[in-house]
T-cell receptor
Framework: GENVEQHPSTLSVQEGDSAVIKCTYS??????FPWYKQELGKGPQLIID?????GEKKDQRIAVTLNKTAKHFSLHITETQPEDSAVYFC?????????????FGTGTRLKVLA | GAVVSQHPSRVICKSGTSVKIECRSL??????MFWYRQFPKQSLMLMAT?????????EQGVEKDKFLINHASLTLSTLTVTSAHPEDSSFYIC???????????FGSGTRLTVV
């Protein structure tokens, strides 16, 4: 079946350094790739997304890149801050309008060390 | 915009009882909502897709008679865990699709503990 692999599972960086999280998806028909940040005991919050007709998208310190050929997409966080510490999930869309849903990656626990 | 409210945030119930969790879209109409279950330090596992005015679509392995889903209006979906057992203890999260673009807004989750 469809799946999304996410690496690494944990990531520790020094404050100010960059963090990169990578995901690989299996369904070549996937066309929407959101990234979510989840803090302890809370629901996920969308931080950035990208559609299959775009190769890169940036929003301040956060960027996402997509390689459709390789079925890879990555989250880049620059100038990390302690408040960036959280669990990050990637997701890929599958299905058509009637069955449209997301498959989530396994999550990356990011720790930004002050 | 695009706020999803989920209640309760925490609930403790006795084995054998039923618990209802509500998911409301506050400032938009949601024809489709999704229910997830999340175990500690794990990813979100889709349980079912809730469609307004029709039966929910359950993922493989999810017991539809145990996890009852009702989506009676464009702003409210409910998940009822029936005859709860300790193994049903988990973090349950709902989300709602925003318009036709596919973007999801998530609720804040419900921590269910069955004792």
């Amino acid at each position: 079946g469809e799946n999304v692999e996410q690496h690494p599972s944990t990531l520790s960086v020094q404050e100010g350094d960059s963090a990169v999280i990578k995901c690989t998806y299996s369904d070549s028909a996937s066309n929407y790739f959101p990234w979510y940040k989840q803090e302890l005991g809370k629901g996920p919050q969308l931080i950035i997304d990208i559609r299959s007709n775009v190769g890169e998208k940036k929003d301040q310190r956060i960027a996402v890149t997509l390689n459709k050929t390789a079925k890879h997409f990555s989250l880049h966080i620059t100038e990390t801050q302690p408040e960036d510490s959280a669990v990050y999930f990637c997701a890929a869309s599958i299905g058509t309008s009637g069955t449209y849903k997301y498959i989530f990656g396994t999550g990356t626990r990011l720790k930004v060390l002050a | 915009g695009a706020v999803v409210s989920q209640h309760p945030s925490r609930v403790i119930c006795k084995s054998g009882t039923s618990v209802k969790i509500e998911c409301r879209s506050l400032d938009f109409q949601a024809t489709t909502m999704f229910w997830y279950r999340q175990f500690p330090k794990q990813s979100l596992m889709l349980m079912a897709t809730s469609n307004e005015g029709s039966k929910a679509t359950y993922e493989q392995g999810v017991e539809k008679d145990k996890f009852l889903i009702n989506h009676a209006s464009l702003t409210l979906s409910t998940l009822t865990v029936t005859s709860a057992h300790p193994e049903d203890s988990s973090f349950y999260i709902c989300s709602a699709r925003i318009g036709g673009q596919g973007n999801l807004a998530f609720g804040s989750g419900t921590r269910l503990t069955v004792v």
